[in-house]
């Protein structure tokens, strides 16, 4: 696809000042569709989709899950997370503390909020049917078993964005016009159905329990202090970098950390808000990407002064396996430092990324569905907005 430039559409846009905030369209009105669909006021007589975890990057797992959400309110099904499934990510006292019994630990519900006031059926082992996501679906199982499979990378149209999304807000979406944006725009057009259903997804998704926001405010915390920032300050402002490297050359190509830095200070000369914008919250999972930042010159050759942030967790740029690399950094604390790099985008003005990355796309994701979207954003590949 060419590099797009959006700042040719902009050339009346004032960016001398901060533009005003403004969510993405839609997405209040997908959330309530989505909660009444998962939420019903009563779950008699009510089918179930059960979804295991795929156990790769944190990135991933949340992605295919929304496609697994999708497919289950295309099916007019609850969706649930399989008793049985386990994520790498939550360690035992992680989900103790989170008020769970022994037999429910290791699941995604130990971080996050529940999916559904529904249970399943006392007799539901006896009558689960199992399919994937290019599978069949039995209509009359009451229960059915969903799988994401290696190499399904392309979804059936029905779970990209589910009927109840598309009739509501899309009365005239077809598949032909699912696979234009698919196949060529969704990365970069945020009026796009997929991109409104995929960050409402992960809005839905990601909603913190009582546990895991008290360790964000508390890593929030300790950050502030190490990094000598005040979040709280109406004049903060920081940049968020997001440098995906590790095993990601196998789908796309790797940026240095030259190219970032360079996203970066375009951004912020072509806005003049952001050149006192010295704060970069960088993440990574490149421990030579960080040698390379605490080089970096405080004040670089245009005038513009760097400080660059990052939290303290052990890094690799290695090929190494999400569950290889829980297993050596720990595997809550792991979710933690990567989750609170996710989190602390939201303290944000302006954004450098890959939308290759599922990290990336979650970064946008969030961008938008928190009233970010006028926001400047520089994307390594697709161009700058």
């Known amino acids: 696809m060419p590099r797009v430039d959006f700042y040719s559409l902009l050339e009346h846009t004032d960016l001398s ?26 779950c008699e007589n009510r089918k179930f989709m059960l979804w295991s975890m795929d156990n790769h990057g ?21 969706l649930m997370l399989h008793p049985t499934s386990k994520w790498i990510y939550p360690d035992e006292n992680a989900c103790t503390a989170s008020g769970f019994p022994a037999k429910q630990i290791e699941t995604a519900h130990c ?41 399904e990378r392309r979804p059936n149209f029905e779970a990209m964005v589910p009927k109840q999304i598309r009739t509501k807000l899309f009365p005239d979406l077809t598949e032909e016009i699912m696979d234009e944006w698919f196949c060529n725009r969704y990365m970069v057009a945020e ?7 995929r960050a409402t997804a992960n809005r839905f998704l990601l909603r913190p329990n009582a546990f895991l926001q008290k360790r964000l405010d508390d890593l929030e915390k300790a950050m502030s202090l190490i990094w000598e920032l005040d979040f709280s300050s109406p004049t903060f402002c920081a940049i968020a970098v ?7 050359f196998v789908e796309s190509k790797l940026h240095d950390f030259d190219e970032y830095v360079g996203a970066a200070r375009t951004l912020r000369t ?17 421990p030579n990407v ?22 303290p967790t052990p890094r690799f740029n290695e090929t190494l396996s999400p569950m290889q690399l829980a297993e050596i950094i720990g595997r809550s604390r792991m979710f933690y430092y990567d989750f609170f790099n996710l989190w602390i985008t939201k303290r944000a003005s302006a954004f450098v990324l890959t939308l290759s990355s599922n990290w990336g796309r979650m970064i946008n994701y969030m961008r938008l569905v928190d009233g970010r979207r006028n926001l400047p954003i520089s994307d390594l590949e697709y161009g700058a907005w």
């Open 290 to 311: 960080i040698a390379q930042a605490e080089k970096f010159p405080r004040m670089d050759d245009s005038g513009l002064q760097w400080q660059f942030v990052y939290t």
């Open 191 to 197: 009026d796009g159905p997929l991109t409104l259903w």
């Open 111 to 151: 971080f996050f909020k529940p999916l559904t006031n529904c249970s399943l059926p006392k007799n539901w082992k006896q009558n689960v049917y199992k399919t994937s996501a290019a599978g069949v679906i039995d209509p009359d199982a009451q229960v059915v078993s969903f799988k994401y499979l290696v190499g």
């Open 58 to 78: 944190i990135g991933a797992d949340i992605h295919q899950t929304g496609w697994a959400l999708a497919m289950a309110m295309e099916h007019d099904r609850i």
């Open 17 to 42: 000042c901060i533009p005003p905030l403004e969510p993405l369209r839609g997405s209040d009105e997908a959330l309530e569709i989505i909660f009444r669909h998962q939420f019903p006021s009563s």
């Open 242 to 248: 997001h440098v995906r490297h590790g095993d990601k």
């Open 270 to 286: 072509r806005h003049k808000w952001l050149r006192t914008c010295s704060t970069v919250l960088l993440s990574t999972e490149d």
